[in-house]
């Protein structure tokens, strides 16, 4: 059998890890061949592919990135698009295409899927907003850089009794801010999930303020968080993806200006951007990708087409792709009550 392979979306840690953990199962267990598509869906629809080999793939489970390229390429958007990936998939004599991504490209997988083409998900994004799998690859990894980040903030905070406001990636879920202003000590988390209001956020600043205190505050801030007194998502400009999402971005700026200018305490802010998604992936990281890379080969195996692996408890098992993609796993109320009694 000869298996496809494709990443897209942003790149995320543990994208190489899984990919070993498929190709290192699929051959040595199954006899499988692989081929790399490259650039995500891109790939697929312009022919773009690699073989992918035991000798290509054995040093990779530390290696951060994706060694096939990555794009946000929609295929769904065009038809014409859709035939030319399966006519590619023909010409290549691919059995079965595994899908690494996140909602946007487990979104087409789902679609293509439907329409009886052999395909299987794994779930990835340093957001871990794909519902049905307890965590996607990567997360961990980008809490672990926030929190060190947050935990650097707090020296030179303190030394100059400012406050420090770090934004973070999350575009509809505050997963990376609501793990890193826990783990950071943050005195204040904002998270896309509810808008917070300026004077909450200025009154719980202050009392980190005067005699006996400590007399600096941290903030974490989801890029898709909102400020009540600003009207929607703070954007960097009007553009979209090809999946219609818009750049986030800025919202840290925006609000440390804002309680630069209620409160009179200096501030700063930092963004902390890609470098969540850059480098080489946390050891948890490495261990759950490749676990999701060897279970996807047990998939193909076992013929569970239309399905993602996904993470229940300490077990990997098979989910319908549907019920990954048709909603965004968001941070739930419990969380949200419990991140007020740390705010306040
Ligand atoms: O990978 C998901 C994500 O990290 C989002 O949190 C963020 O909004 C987006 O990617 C930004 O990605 P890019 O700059 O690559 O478009």
New binding site residues.
């Given amino acids: 059998m000869r298996i496809g392979i494709l990443t897209g979306?942003?790149d995320?840690p543990g994208l190489n890890a899984v990919i070993r953990g498929l190709v290192l199962a699929g051959v040595k267990r199954y006899g499988y061949d692989f081929t790399g598509f490259l650039d995500g869906w891109k790939g697929v629809v312009e022919n773009l592919s690699r073989p992918l080999t035991v000798e290509d793939v054995r040093d990779q489970v530390a290696v951060g990135g994706t060694l096939l390229g990555t794009s946000?390429t929609n295929p769904l958007n065009d038809p014409a698009m859709v035939e030319q990936i399966k006519a590619n998939l023909t010409a290549n004599h691919i059995d079965v295409l595994a899908a690494i991504g996140?909602d946007d490209t487990l979104g087409v997988a789902t679609r293509l899927a439907g329409m009886g083409l052999s395909i299987i998900g794994i779930p990835k994004?340093?957001?871990n907003d794909l519902s049905a799998t307890d965590a996607t690859f990567g997360f961990d990894t980008a809490i672990t850089i926030a929190t060190e980040a947050v935990d650097r903030l707090h020296t030179t905070a303190a030394s100059h009794h400012r406050v420090l406001v770090v934004e973070v990636?999350?575009?509809h879920a505050g997963w990376i801010a609501l793990y890193a202003g826990i783990a950071g000590g943050a005195d204040y988390t904002m998270l896309p999930e509810k808008p917070t209001s300026l004077v909450d956020l200025c009154a719980a600043l202050q009392r980190e303020y005067g005699p006996g205190r400590k007399n600096y505050a941290l903030v974490v801030v989801s890029?898709g968080a909102e400020l009540l007194q600003q009207e929607g998502h703070t954007t960097q400009d009007e553009s979209s993806?090809a999946f219609g999402?818009v750049?986030?971005g800025g919202i840290g700026h925006r609000v440390a200006a804002a309680i630069e200018k209620a409160t009179g305490l200096e501030t700063r802010d930092v963004v902390l951007g890609?470098l969540?998604?850059g480098g080489v992936p946390s050891p948890a990281d490495r261990v759950l990708s490749t676990r999701y890379g060897v279970f996807a080969a047990r998939m193909i195996h076992e013929g569970q087409f239309g399905q993602m692996a996904a993470l229940r408890g300490n077990r990997i098992v098979a989910v319908p792709l549907a019920e990954a993609t048709g909603e965004t796993k968001t941070v739930g109320e419990d969380w949200i009550s419990d991140l007020e009694l740390l705010n306040a």
């Fill in positions: 979306g942003g995320c946000r996140g994004t340093i957001d990636m999350g575009r890029e993806d999402n750049r986030l890609h969540q998604r």
